[in-house]
């Protein structure tokens, strides 16, 4: 057992609850980034004694593919940044992409620096075929986008554990 503050965790009687106010769903365009706000549904967190979550906004994961990491469903939750200079090597950040129709994708990608300046944002999609990366250095959109650019860095994530119904096992009584 943890004895006093032994633990990562707040104790507290006050709830720690983020609103989770769109989808990250690659290869979907979508008209608009933010659900509307009747839309946005709460989730509560613990909270990390480390952790400020005043700015904290959650993104569901509807795409199956979009990464190993965050299954469909799951929730990220991310801190709003778009400095290059504050977001770390190997942090994985949440990027809009602007289409030339006026249409967004909203996706989770990995970033990658070299001497400080960010070079790639790389993919880790379940299914190979789905796994693109951006190059930002020179920056690369690619035909029909006319922006791309980092929102926000994922700083935590809660997912389910895939539902079984429950078998009577042996012993278990």
Not at 8 to 30: H, N, Q, R, Y
Not at 49 to 68: A, C, P, Q, Y
Not at 143 to 164: D, N, T
Request: hydrophobic residues 40%.
């Amino acid at each position: 057992m943890f004895e006093g503050d032994e633990h990562p965790f707040v104790i507290s009687d006050l709830d720690t609850f983020v609103d989770v106010i769109g989808c990250a769903e690659g290869d979907k365009w979508l008209e608009k980034i933010e659900w509307d706000e009747n839309d946005h549904f709460k989730v509560q967190l613990p909270t990390p004694k480390t952790m400020d979550f005043s700015d904290l906004r959650g993104w569901l994961v509807k795409d199956e593919g979009i990464s190993k990491l965050y299954p469909r469903d799951s929730v990220v939750f991310c801190r709003p940044e778009s400095n290059p200079d504050l977001i770390g090597n190997f942090d994985r950040v949440l990027v809009v992409r602007e289409n030339d129709n006026g249409l967004f994708e909203i996706t989770i990608r990995e970033i990658a620096k070299y001497k400080d300046i960010v070079i790639n944002l790389r993919s880790h999609a379940r299914d190979p075929d789905q796994i693109r990366s951006f190059d930002l250095k020179p920056l690369r959109l690619g035909p029909g986008i006319k922006s791309m650019r980092i929102v926000g860095v994922v700083v935590a994530s809660f997912a389910l554990e895939p539902y079984r119904d429950p078998a009577p096992s042996p012993g278990w009584e």
